[in-house]
C-alpha cells in the first residue's frame, strides 16, 4: 500500500473543483476522531466529501457507499463535530484550493459576522501521514477554532496547533516544479549517477509533486532496465507531462497494492481520479478492518474449542471407568452367590464367569449381603456417570464440529456483511434492541455458469436463507464429503432440465475451492436435489440428504 500524495491531491482538486465551489454544507458528521464527513449539495447533486486523516489511510474523496467501509455514525456527535456544525453548517465553500507542493486541501467559507463585516473561515485538511490533521481557522485574524486533534508542546516544539493559537502552515519543503524545469538542470542533478534507486530519490527530494513510488512506476510504464541519456529524457518527458496533469491515466494496481496517474502504467484504468483515490482506499480499509474482525471471531472461537476440548477430556476419563463399573457389578454377583461365607476385610472368591479368583474388600460392619449391595450401588453409580459422559461427549463433539466449522466460515467470508452474520450467529454481537431484523437482506455469492445461476452459502446465515427460500425442490445441492465447506445450489431454469456434465463438474469445483480441502488434489464432492436435503432436528446446523452422486474434482 502506498500513501496519498500531493499529486493525487492536485487532480483531485482540479476534478472536483467545479462541484465543490459554492456547494452547502447540508450536514456534518464525525463517524471517529479521525473521520469527516460533509454532505454537500450543488448543482442539484447530492455528495458526500469523505476525509479522512488516519495515519494509515489518510485522503479525501467523495465517497459512494460509506458502509462498505464500516462506518457508523455515533448518537452523540464529538466536540469538534459540533464546533464545525456551528461554524460551517449550511455554509457554502467559496473556494478549494492547495498550497504548492503540499498535502493539503482548503476549503474556505464566507460568512457575515455580526457587524455585517464578511469573514473568511477555511477548513485546512493536512495530509501528513501521523501528523495529519483538519483545522479550522479564522483566515483574517489567523486563529485557530478547533482542530480534530490538538498538538501540544509534547508533542511538537516546531508547530503547536490548538483552539486560540495561530495557524500557520508546516515548514515549507522548499522543492521546484519540474513543469517549469528544462531538461539539461533536470540532468545535471545527477552527474551520470543513473542507479535507479537514487534516481528515484533525487527526483522525489527535488521537485514538488514528485514521489519515489511515483517514480518508480513511470519506470515500469517505460520499461526502463539500464539507465542511460536517451531513458532519463523519456522519463523526465513522462513525469513532467503527469506533473502539469497533461497526460495521465487513474489506475489502480491487479491486487489493490498500488495507484498512479502514470499513463499505460500496467494497472487497471479507472474513470476519474475520484473514483480511483475511492476504490484503492476502500478497498484496503475494507481489508484491515475485515483482517481485525476476523482476527476477533477466530480468537473468541479458539477459546470456545479450548474450553470445549478441556470438557471432553474430563468425559473421556469418566469413560475409562467404565470397567471399572462392571468389576462392581460383578463383586456384587460373586458375593450374592457365597452369602454363607464369613465376612471378613477381604474375600478371595472364584468368579463363575470365568473361574478366576477375585480378591474383595467387605466392610466388616455389614453382612455379605449388605455388602453386596454396596458394590450394587458403585455399580449403578459409575455407570450412570459413564452413560451421562457418553451423551455428553457425543454433545461436545457436535458442538466442536460446529466451531470448527463456524471457524472455516470465517476463513472464507470475503465481506464484511459475512462476517456480521457470522458475529450474530455465535453470539459475539447481538441484532439491534436484541430482536433480529427480519427485513435485512442477505446478499448470496452469485456465480453464472454457461447461462445457469449457482448460488453460495458461505455461514449458516446464508446456509439457511440458500435452502429455504433460494432453492427450488429440483434444483441441485453440492456440498463437499464429511467436510467443512460452504452450499452450493445450482439454479435449474425448469424443473425437468437436465444439466451438462460440464456444468455438473464446474460447480464441484466451486464447492471445492470453498472447502477445507481445496488444495488437495482430488477429493469427493456429493450432489442431489434439494427434496432430499434437509437440515437435522438439533441445535447444530448440519443437514441429512440421500439419492447423492459423488463426483472426484
Not at 180 to 193: I, L, P, R, T, V
Not at 341 to 357: Q, T
Amino acid at each position: 500500500m502506498i500513501n496519498f500524495d500531493s499529486l493525487s491531491l492536485k487532480a483531485w482538486v482540479i476534478e472536483n473543483a467545479d462541484y465543490l465551489t459554492n456547494a452547502s454544507v447540508r450536514k456534518i458528521q464525525q463517524p471517529s476522531r479521525r473521520e469527516l464527513i460533509l454532505h454537500l449539495r450543488n448543482n442539484g447533486e447530492n455528495k458526500k466529501l469523505y476525509i479522512n486523516i488516519n495515519p494509515e489511510f489518510f485522503h479525501v474523496c467523495l465517497a459512494e457507499d460509506l458502509q462498505r467501509r464500516g462506518i457508523s455514525i455515533p448518537d452523540a456527535a464529538p466536540m469538534f463535530c459540533m464546533l464545525l456544525r456551528k461554524y460551517i453548517q449550511n455554509g457554502r465553500i467559496s473556494e478549494v484550493r492547495q498550497p504548492f507542493g503540499e498535502r493539503i486541501l482548503e476549503l474556505r467559507f464566507e460568512y457575515k459576522d455580526a457587524l455585517d463585516e464578511i469573514n473568511t473561515l477555511c477548513l485546512a485538511v493536512e495530509l501528513m501521514g501521523k501528523y495529519s490533521n483538519i483545522i479550522l481557522y479564522n483566515v483574517k485574524t489567523g486563529i485557530i477554532i478547533g482542530c480534530a486533534h490538538n498538538v501540544g508542546e509534547e508533542k511538537s516544539k516546531l508547530r503547536e496547533l490548538a483552539g486560540t493559537l495561530p495557524y500557520v502552515y508546516p515548514v515549507p519543503q522548499d522543492k521546484t516544479d519540474i513543469c517549469a524545469e528544462n531538461f539539461e538542470d533536470f540532468k545535471e542533478k545527477f552527474n551520470g549517477n543513473f542507479d535507479k534507486n537514487s534516481v528515484a530519490c533525487e527526483i522525489a527530494n527535488e521537485y514538488a509533486y514528485m514521489t519515489v513510488s511515483l517514480v518508480k512506476q513511470a519506470f515500469a510504464a517505460l520499461k526502463i532496465k539500464n539507465f542511460n541519456e536517451e531513458n532519463l529524457k523519456k522519463l523526465f518527458e513522462m513525469l513532467k507531462n503527469t506533473s502539469s496533469l497533461t497526460e495521465f491515466e487513474p489506475s489502480i494496481s491487479e491486487d489493490y497494492s498500488q495507484f498512479s496517474l502514470i499513463k499505460n502504467s500496467g494497472y487497471n484504468p479507472i474513470n476519474s481520479v475520484n473514483q480511483m483515490i475511492n476504490d484503492y482506499f476502500e478497498y484496503n480499509q475494507i481489508q484491515k478492518i475485515l483482517k481485525q474482525k476476523k482476527s476477533r471471531l477466530y480468537a473468541h472461537i479458539d477459546t470456545q474449542i479450548k474450553k470445549l476440548n478441556k470438557q471432553t477430556d474430563i468425559f473421556k476419563t469418566k469413560l475409562l471407568e467404565s470397567e471399572k463399573a462392571d468389576n462392581y457389578r460383578i463383586k456384587g454377583d460373586i458375593l450374592m452367590m457365597n452369602i454363607n461365607e464369613k465376612v471378613s476385610p477381604v474375600l478371595k472368591l472364584e468368579s463363575p464367569y470365568d473361574g478366576e479368583l477375585v480378591e474383595i474388600e467387605l466392610d466388616e460392619r455389614y453382612s455379605i449381603v449388605q455388602n453386596a449391595n454396596r458394590y450394587y450401588k458403585l455399580y449403578k453409580k459409575t455407570k450412570t456417570a459413564v452413560d451421562y459422559a457418553s451423551s455428553q461427549l457425543e454433545e461436545l463433539e457436535n458442538q466442536l464440529n460446529l466451531l470448527e466449522e463456524q471457524r472455516f466460515f470465517v476463513e472464507i467470508s470475503s465481506n464484511l456483511e459475512e462476517i456480521e452474520e457470522i458475529s450474530v450467529e455465535i453470539g459475539l454481537k447481538t441484532e439491534q434492541n436484541g430482536k433480529k431484523d427480519k427485513k435485512k437482506q442477505i446478499n448470496l455469492e452469485m456465480h453464472d455458469i454457461e447461462g445457469f445461476k449457482v448460488y453460495l452459502g458461505k455461514n449458516s446465515v446464508q446456509n439457511d436463507f440458500l435452502l429455504s427460500k433460494v432453492a427450488s425442490p429440483e434444483d441441485l445441492w453440492f456440498h463437499p464429503l464429511n467436510m467443512h465447506g460452504a452450499h452450493v445450489i445450482l439454479k435449474k431454469n425448469n424443473s425437468k432440465e437436465i444439466i451438462p456434465n460440464d456444468v455438473l463438474l464446474s460447480c464441484a469445483k466451486l464447492a471445492k475451492r470453498f472447502s477445507k480441502a481445496n488444495n488437495e488434489a482430488k477429493i469427493p464432492i456429493i450432489y442431489t436435489e434439494r427434496k432430499y436435503v434437509k437440515k437435522a432436528n438439533s441445535k447444530i446446523a448440519f443437514v441429512t440428504y440421500k439419492n447423492e452422486t459423488e463426483i472426484y474434482c
